[in-house]
């Protein structure tokens, strides 16, 4: 399992019956998790002085409660992967990072217990990171971030150098993402964000043969384009990786997919791309959970899974 391990101001402080206890800089988060089906012992004192509870319905969804938390706040996150691109630049606080460069992510808590961040994707972020401030240092480098959310994957690229397209079908994520790079000093970094339905801007993009070194996508289970396009993963992804492997460029460094679905495993993921990927252009493909650390028990939390191709 790939593990999101480097995080400083985030920690999976425990996990019992169904929910995880969460710390998000100065505040502590408990969640639902459908993963932690164990009921152990809650003794962290986190329990007991919980700033927020998502409380899930039992006819869908759920609603959020509230001890002292803001209606807002950032943590930061330090991209070790850009080490050697960044040259230890400042981040929005002026302060000054020599193995790395801090990336700062707004958060609240909003509808279906969602704070605007996913931290297990940082293993990501350094992952790809590294190719790219490798790459960059003698050549652009082109990424291209298909739903691409809040930006977490957005301000890693163009961290460690990359320009990035930044694609979102929904405004209000693409005006978050612009806020977090803002607060991360990347606010003039080589961005294009636009709102539109990925698999129309992928078939447009190959009409107008513009290609990409490294293509980055964390698609849903289930969505809707801003028209109504609706998105199910289990009909949609495979035709849809196979198009966009369409738009590596010949000196492409690398492709990720991301999966929170239950049935995309490993397995599932490292098939396909194997098949639209490795097969036509060579390289390889390795695919694995993804996961975060929990303090009291030791264990990985299993977050989804992802399929990486490198060249």
Same mark, same amino acid.
């Given at each position: =399992?790939? /593990? %999101?391990?480097?995080?400083?101001?985030?920690?999976?402080?425990?996990?019992?019956?169904?929910?995880?206890?969460?710390? #998000?800089?100065? &505040?502590?988060?408990?969640?639902?998790?459908?993963?932690?089906? #164990?009921?152990?012992?809650?003794?962290?004192?986190?329990?007991?002085?919980?700033?927020?509870?998502?409380?899930?319905?039992?006819?869908?969804?759920?609603?959020?409660?509230?001890?002292?938390?803001?209606?807002?706040?950032?943590?930061? &996150?330090?991209?070790?992967? %850009?080490?050697?691109?960044?040259?230890?630049?400042?981040?929005?606080?002026?302060?000054? @990072?020599?193995?790395?460069?801090?990336?700062?992510?707004?958060?609240?808590?909003?509808?279906?217990?969602?704070?605007?961040?996913?931290?297990?994707?940082?293993?990501?972020?350094?992952?790809?990171?590294?190719?790219?401030?490798?790459? %960059?240092?003698?050549?652009?480098?082109?990424?291209?971030?298909?739903?691409?959310?809040?930006?977490?994957?957005?301000?890693?690229?163009?961290?460690? *150098?990359?320009?990035? !397209?930044? !694609?979102?079908?929904?405004?209000? =994520?693409?005006?978050?993402?612009?806020?977090?790079?803002?607060?991360?000093?990347?606010?003039?970094?080589?961005?294009?964000?636009?709102?539109?339905?990925?698999?129309?801007?992928?078939?447009?993009?190959?009409?107008?043969?513009?290609?990409?070194?490294?293509?980055? =996508?964390?698609?849903?289970?289930?969505?809707?384009?801003?028209?109504?396009?609706?998105?199910?993963?289990?009909?949609?992804?495979?035709?849809?990786?196979? /198009?966009?492997?369409?738009?590596?460029?010949?000196?492409?460094?690398?492709?990720?997919?991301?999966?929170?679905?239950?049935?995309?495993?490993?397995?599932?993921? @490292?098939? =396909?791309?194997?098949?639209?990927?490795?097969?036509?252009? *060579?390289?390889?493909?390795? %695919?694995?959970?993804?996961?975060?650390?929990?303090?009291?028990?030791?264990?990985?939390?299993?977050?989804?899974?992802?399929?990486? #191709?490198?060249?």
């Amino acid at each position: =399992m790939w /593990t %999101a391990d480097y995080w400083k101001e985030y920690q999976v402080l425990d996990a019992s019956g169904g929910e995880k206890l969460e710390q #998000w800089g100065d &505040y502590i988060l408990v969640r639902p998790d459908p993963q932690v089906i #164990w009921n152990t012992p809650r003794s962290h004192e986190g329990w007991k002085r919980k700033n927020g509870h998502y409380h899930r319905s039992a006819k869908g969804g759920g609603e959020w409660e509230f001890f002292r938390l803001p209606d807002e706040w950032s943590i930061s &996150y330090l991209l070790k992967g %850009a080490a050697s691109c960044t040259g230890g630049r400042e981040s929005a606080d002026g302060k000054r @990072s020599t193995d790395g460069r801090a990336l700062t992510f707004r958060l609240k808590p909003f509808s279906f217990k969602h704070t605007g961040l996913f931290p297990e994707q940082a293993v990501n972020w350094e992952w790809f990171s590294h190719h790219i401030s490798r790459e %960059a240092k003698t050549r652009p480098v082109k990424v291209l971030n298909l739903f691409a959310y809040t930006g977490g994957a957005t301000l890693a690229a163009a961290a460690a *150098g990359a320009s990035v !397209v930044h !694609v979102d079908a929904s405004k209000g =994520m693409v005006g978050w993402a612009k806020e977090n790079a803002a607060a991360s000093g990347l606010g003039e970094a080589p961005v294009r964000w636009l709102v539109d339905d990925c698999v129309k801007f992928v078939e447009r993009e190959l009409r107008r043969g513009n290609r990409y070194d490294g293509i980055i =996508m964390d698609p849903p289970s289930y969505g809707r384009g801003p028209k109504g396009e609706i998105w199910k993963i289990e009909e949609n992804i495979w035709p849809f990786i196979e /198009t966009t492997a369409e738009l590596l460029s010949k000196e492409a460094l690398f492709f990720l997919v991301n999966s929170y679905t239950t049935g995309l495993q490993p397995a599932v993921l @490292s098939y =396909m791309m194997n098949q639209a990927l490795a097969k036509k252009l *060579g390289g390889h493909v390795e %695919a694995d959970e993804i996961g975060l650390p929990v303090a009291q028990s030791g264990l990985i939390l299993p977050c989804g899974a992802s399929g990486r #191709w490198q060249r």
